[in-house]
């Protein structure tokens, strides 16, 4: 069941709430992964199966890894084994389940993967101890909020808060303000800009101003549908007590493609750092031997979202725009403090022109359609605009701009600004009643239309 | 001490919506509901997905939460509910170009039912509204173009086919009442002035307007757009009945289920109790049915086959003026094999009439 569902918010999550804040302090963890096999093998039990197998394979794993903490090589050849099993395992199934029947897919299997992963990885570089509760590793490995998109964590960061945790009405209440910030920008925005999406793309030839409409809107759509999961999460979480990283800060207008991926994705980002590089990077002190693994890691980033070409390819490309403005210091040279403004908003253009080059790839269906949107992008080949173009531009520019306007951070800031005003603090009473009515509009755009019942990103 | 009123008013508020939600679902539970959950949803693994559907149409205060949003994105600047272009008068149907009849494909149905049959043929494909109101669309609105599409269909039709031309037809008489308001259907009144040519062409003298007396059985008719958008700010539609004593009187109805079972329906073509339930439109024909057995008291010896989807319901009361038999079969309901509902050898013309995105839809 996904979380921005009628089935989970009306049904189960008053449940959910009210037996947890119920549940005695010892009995919440246990309650918790209870939850977590409801909500996730909702309707269809035989789900649980693969995720099940994972935490039990993790955890026996993770003891042995524990035992053999003194001999190295052994030790290593057994992680290696058992991620290699587990990559396996997960490719295997992304792409033979997927295509078939898609209520088979256990969902977010890439993110339980490499939760599993990082947790036997953390064992064997001794960043912490094999977890004896198996309860714990289950918890961490699989716990509902999180399988959906992330975040991911470390297990070491985790390990405290599965112990201890606080459980007030602050939590609650500030988890739930998270959660309903989520919801709306899964359902209110990433949702619409999903539906300009598909509207675009049934238009036959595109137009510049088509094409240009359709990879914004795919962008906007592929960042609010990513940032709404996992606030989300976040916020659900936080009613559980527990303290989750973020997982974007304000991707969009950044001024090199380096300060882009750096606030894209960033748990992604920061599990690869932790613990991919931790075995090829050591070991290579050579420069262009370092490039050359930056890429490499982009294109795993690329495959993890999913097992295409196109997605690889536009890792790859990732990677080697980050190599080349490292070599050039150009990442450097956009920061305002550095170049002035002038350079700043120089920055800003290139990278916002780049990024949405690059969005094509990831959402057309192979590399011949990928050139013809590049071609309609850059040439006015079929026109400037199109009627499709004009009617959606007219149609939905004040959402667009919306759009553009949370996802830099002014929107952010506005709200703290206000914050520590005189009328600002006066103006906190009215909170409830504004996400009561956030709350409400959320539930009413859920009702609407055809949504994407599915995540577009089969992690 | 005051922040901690606050949170608690916070999660107070959210909790109340939802069991105000939860408790509206659970009032408003509807048994007959064709979404509902079964267990056999559970087997097949499609039981997530089912719940999700049927909450999302019968959730507690669903028409308010729809209005809600659909004004909202009125105002934002969408011009279209739910596939619905919005305009002052009228509620038109968005069509893809995925919903109209592919040229090369769309004639075979017809071509197929004649040379195994002979029996002369005639058909019909009626456009939307949004194609004979293109005008009243919003600017730059997108939507599929019919009339060349007709036109390239019924030149795929053998000699024997007769094609009827309802696009010129239809165009030249936009300033009147032919297409309702809120549904996608057409009225009597662009019905009638469709058969009129065609029974023209169909070998009979149509009865001329003069003679029909029309009276409004419904002026509150909001149809199956309506029910799509749920949006107040068209005036809603009026059913007619053109009444003729002079010709051509029923004697019988039979309706057929499709799951076997028979209806007599003695000879009451009009089911009035429709106008009082929740689809008024079945007024016309009754509870829709996958065929209809029809005698007149006219002793002609003409027996018509009618195939059609749910425009014709309203065409039906004229034609029962010319055949003393029609069999009405509903393409909606036969599909793709609508040859072995019925034994065609008795019938002396066959009549095909369905609108442009059924017949799309059907036969793709």
């Known amino acids: 069941m996904y979380l921005s569902s009628f089935t989970f918010i009306v049904v189960l999550l008053p449940i959910i709430l009210v037996s947890y804040y119920l549940i005695p302090t010892k009995g919440k963890n246990g309650l918790l992964l209870f939850w977590s096999m409801i909500v996730y093998g909702w309707g269809n039990p035989f789900r649980l199966l693969y995720p099940a197998a994972c935490v039990f394979f993790d955890y026996g794993i993770g003891l042995v890894l524990e035992r053999m903490q003194n001999r190295k090589k052994i030790s290593t050849i057994i992680l290696a084994f058992s991620a290699l099993i587990q990559i396996i395992a997960m490719t295997l199934i992304r792409t033979m389940v997927q295509e078939r029947e898609g209520f088979l897919f256990p969902f977010g299997i890439a993110v339980y993967t490499l939760q599993g992963l990082g947790y036997l990885i953390g064992i064997y570089r001794r960043r912490h101890m094999a977890s004896v509760k198996f309860l714990n590793v289950a918890l961490y490995i699989f716990?509902?909020?999180?399988?959906?998109?992330?975040?991911?964590?470390?297990?070491?960061?985790?390990?405290?808060?599965?112990?201890?945790?606080?459980?007030?009405?602050?939590?609650?209440?500030?988890?739930?303000?998270?959660?309903?910030?989520?919801?709306?920008?899964?359902?209110?925005?990433?949702?619409?800009?999903?539906?300009?999406?598909?509207?675009?793309?049934?238009?036959?030839?595109?137009?510049?101003?088509?094409?240009?409409?359709?990879?914004?809107?795919?962008?906007?759509?592929?960042?609010?549908?990513?940032?709404?999961?996992?606030?989300?999460?976040?916020?659900?979480?936080?009613?559980?007590?527990?303290?989750?990283?973020?997982?974007?800060?304000?991707?969009?207008?950044?001024?090199?493609?380096?300060?882009?991926?750096?606030?894209?994705?960033?748990?992604?980002?920061?599990?690869?750092?932790?613990?991919?590089?931790?075995?090829?990077?050591?070991?290579?002190?050579?420069?262009?031997?370092?490039?050359?693994?930056?890429?490499?890691?982009?294109?795993?980033?690329?495959?993890?979202?999913?097992?295409?070409?196109q997605f690889i390819i536009w890792g790859i490309f990732m990677g080697i725009l980050v190599s080349i403005e490292q070599l050039t210091g150009l990442d450097k040279n956009f920061i305002e403090e550095n170049s002035g403004r002038k350079g700043y908003v120089f920055g800003l253009i290139y990278t916002a022109i780049l990024q949405q080059f690059l969005f094509v790839l990831l959402f057309a269906k192979n590399l011949t359609e990928a050139g013809t949107i590049w071609k309609a992008m850059l040439s006015f080949g079929n026109g400037i605009a199109d009627q499709t173009g004009f009617y959606f531009f007219t149609s939905y520019i004040a959402l667009l701009l919306l759009g553009l306007y949370i996802a830099a951070d002014l929107f952010q800031n506005i709200t703290e600004r206000i914050a520590v005003t005189e009328i600002g603090q006066k103006l906190f009473i009215c909170e409830p009643l504004v996400y009561g009515l956030l709350f409400l509009f959320c539930l009413a755009s859920m009702l609407y239309g055809e949504r994407m019942t599915e995540l577009w990103l089969k992690i | 001490?005051?922040?901690?009123?606050?949170?608690?008013?916070?999660?107070?508020?959210?909790?109340?919506?939802?069991?105000?939600?939860?408790?509206?679902?659970?009032?408003?539970?509807?048994?007959?509901?064709?979404?509902?959950?079964?267990?056999?949803?559970?087997?097949?693994?499609?039981?997530?997905?089912?719940?999700?559907?049927?909450?999302?149409?019968?959730?507690?205060?669903?028409?308010?939460?729809?209005?809600?949003?659909?004004?909202?994105?009125?105002?934002?600047?969408?011009?279209?509910?739910?596939?619905?272009?919005?305009?002052?008068?009228?509620?038109?149907?968005?069509?893809?170009?995925?919903?109209?009849?592919?040229?090369?494909?769309?004639?075979?149905?017809?071509?197929?039912?004649?040379?195994?049959?002979?029996?002369?043929?005639?058909?019909?494909?009626?456009?939307?509204?949004?194609?004979?109101?293109?005008?009243?669309?919003?600017?730059?609105?997108?939507?599929?173009?019919?009339?060349?599409?007709?036109?390239?269909?019924?030149?795929?039709?053998?000699?024997?086919?007769?094609?009827?031309?309802?696009?010129?037809?239809?165009?030249?008489?936009?300033?009147?009442?032919?297409?309702?308001?809120?549904?996608?259907?057409?009225?009597?009144?662009?019905?009638?002035?469709?058969?009129?040519?065609?029974?023209?062409?169909?070998?009979?003298?149509?009865?001329?307007?003069?003679?029909?007396?029309?009276?409004?059985?419904?002026?509150?008719?909001?149809?199956?757009?309506?029910?799509?958008?749920?949006?107040?700010?068209?005036?809603?539609?009026?059913?007619?009945?053109?009444?003729?004593?002079?010709?051509?009187?029923?004697?019988?109805?039979?309706?057929?289920?499709?799951?076997?079972?028979?209806?007599?329906?003695?000879?009451?073509?009009?089911?009035?109790?429709?106008?009082?339930?929740?689809?008024?439109?079945?007024?016309?024909?009754?509870?829709?049915?996958?065929?209809?057995?029809?005698?007149?008291?006219?002793?002609?010896?003409?027996?018509?086959?009618?195939?059609?989807?749910?425009?014709?319901?309203c065409v039906v009361p004229f034609l029962i003026h010319h055949y003393s038999e029609i069999c009405i079969v509903n393409l909606e309901q036969t599909g793709e094999d609508f040859h072995h509902v019925v034994d065609t050898s008795e019938y002396t013309q066959a009549l095909f009439l369905c609108s442009m995105k059924n017949w799309g839809n059907l036969f793709a």
């Open chain 1, 143 to 309: 716990m509902f909020p999180v399988i959906y998109a992330g975040p991911l964590m470390t297990y070491l960061e985790y390990q405290e808060q599965l112990e201890k945790r606080p459980c007030n009405i602050m939590q609650l209440s500030k988890g739930l303000q998270l959660f309903i910030r989520g919801l709306a920008e899964k359902v209110i925005l990433a949702d619409t800009f999903g539906y300009i999406f598909r509207e675009l793309r049934q238009a036959g030839q595109m137009s510049m101003l088509t094409a240009w409409l359709t990879t914004l809107s795919f962008s906007m759509y592929l960042y609010f549908e990513l940032l709404g999961y996992t606030e989300m999460a976040r916020g659900l979480g936080k009613c559980f007590g527990f303290q989750f990283p973020k997982n974007f800060s304000h991707p969009f207008f950044t001024s090199s493609i380096t300060a882009f991926l750096q606030s894209w994705n960033v748990t992604l980002l920061l599990w690869f750092q932790t613990n991919f590089r931790y075995f090829l990077f050591r070991n290579f002190e050579r420069k262009w031997q370092r490039y050359l693994f930056l890429i490499l890691t982009w294109a795993f980033i690329g495959a993890w979202y999913g097992l295409k070409i």
């Open chain 2, 1 to 313: 001490m005051k922040q901690k009123k606050l949170h608690y008013s916070i999660v107070f508020v959210i909790l109340l919506i939802d069991l105000t939600l939860g408790i509206g679902t659970i009032k408003s539970y509807d048994k007959t509901a064709l979404m509902r959950p079964t267990l056999q949803h559970f087997f097949n693994g499609t039981w997530a997905e089912q719940t999700e559907k049927y909450l999302q149409e019968h959730i507690g205060f669903h028409d308010v939460l729809f209005r809600i949003k659909s004004n909202a994105d009125l105002f934002i600047g969408e011009k279209m509910i739910q596939g619905v272009y919005v305009t002052d008068e009228m509620l038109l149907e968005k069509l893809y170009a995925s919903d109209i009849p592919d040229i090369v494909t769309a004639a075979e149905p017809v071509n197929q039912f004649y040379e195994e049959t002979q029996i002369p043929t005639y058909f019909i494909l009626v456009p939307s509204a949004s194609e004979i109101y293109k005008t009243k669309l919003p600017a730059n609105a997108i939507n599929a173009e019919q009339k060349n599409r007709i036109q390239q269909i019924y030149l795929e039709t053998v000699n024997g086919v007769h094609c009827i031309d309802a696009y010129n037809i239809l165009s030249s008489l936009k300033d009147n009442y032919i297409y309702y308001r809120t549904d996608t259907r057409w009225t009597c009144c662009g019905a009638y002035y469709v058969y009129q040519s065609a029974i023209q062409k169909m070998g009979f003298t149509p009865v001329s307007y003069q003679k029909f007396v029309i009276s409004h059985m419904s002026t509150e008719f909001r149809g199956n757009l309506y029910e799509k958008t749920l949006y107040n700010g068209v005036r809603a539609d009026v059913l007619d009945r053109y009444r003729n004593e002079s010709s051509g009187q029923i004697t019988s109805i039979t309706a057929y289920y499709a799951d076997g079972q028979t209806e007599d329906r003695g000879n009451r073509l009009y089911d009035t109790t429709a106008l009082i339930g929740d689809d008024k439109y079945q007024y016309y024909l009754g509870k829709p049915c996958q065929k209809l057995i029809i005698h007149t008291n006219i002793e002609n010896g003409k027996k018509l086959l009618l195939y059609k989807d749910s425009f014709a319901d």
